[in-house]
């Protein structure tokens, strides 16, 4: 039975780190490519903007450390 639960832990682990890619990647890298090569036509201002930016980087990196904090329950 341990193995089928560490699986699924696993399984749901992975899930969260690629949750927290694509939100790294769609509120942080896609912005400022965007704004890099001028195809930024946003009616945000800079300071939302940045915010949100960091929003989205905090939120990833807390979903990526609650995947690794379910490692952590991993049976033998």
């Known amino acids: 039975m341990d193995l089928v639960f560490n699986e699924r832990l696993k399984h749901t682990a992975a899930w969260l ?8 990647a769609a509120g942080t890298v896609a912005p400022a490519a965007a ?19 960091l929003a989205c ?3 990833g990196i807390c979903l990526h450390l ?5 490692l952590g329950r991993l049976r033998q």
Do not use: D, E, Q
């Not at 609650?66 to 379910?70: I, K």
């Open 17 to 24: 780190n690629s949750l927290a890619t694509g939100l790294v």
């Open 57 to 59: 980087f905090t939120l």
């Open 35 to 53: 704004l890099i090569y001028g195809l930024s036509t946003s009616l945000v201002s800079g300071g939302a903007m940045l915010g949100l930016t």
């Open 66 to 70: 609650a995947g690794r904090a379910l």
